[in-house]
Structures are given as C-alpha cells and as structure tokens.
C-alpha cells in the first residue's frame, strides 16, 4: 500500500494511507530541519467507513516509513 505525505504548514503534516488521511500535529523546526509530530494526532483517520480505525500494524509501518525517509527534513514522532 502506497504512503504519501506532504508537510502543510509550520505545525501540520497531512498523511495518505491509501484511501485514509490523517491531519498529523506537531512542530518544525529549521536547523537542524526536523519536524516533531505528535504520536497521539496520529490515531485521527478520515475513511470512507464509518468508525474505522487504524491498527497497531499500520500505524508502526508509517511511523517506520516516514521516520527512515532520506529527505532534507526529518520527521519524528514523539
């Protein structure tokens, strides 16, 4: 399944997992270029199924990808 992401603004961070979303929290800051996302923000899923929820398997698979990508800031969940 397909992981994309895109940092939005200075506190957000928008995740695609497929056909779900999630508005991601936390912080960036510039130097070193990292931005610090909120843990507990990860858990609010928008899905077209009424009262899905993400599990613990896809959740640590995001949280693997996004924290291992190669880019110019890192993202780290606390």
Avoid: C, H
Avoid at 25 to 43: H, R
Avoid at 46 to 58: A, H, L
């Amino acid at each position: 399944m397909e992981i994309q992401f895109e940092i939005i603004s200075r506190g957000t961070m928008q995740i695609k997992y497929g056909i779900r979303n999630a508005t991601v929290s936390g912080e960036l800051t510039f130097q070193p270029p990292v931005f610090y996302a909120d843990l507990n923000s990860l858990m609010n899923w928008e899905t077209p199924y009424q009262n899905e929820k993400i599990t613990e398997e896809d959740k640590n698979k995001i949280i693997r990808f996004l924290s291992n990508l190669e880019t110019g800031t890192k993202i780290v969940f606390e």
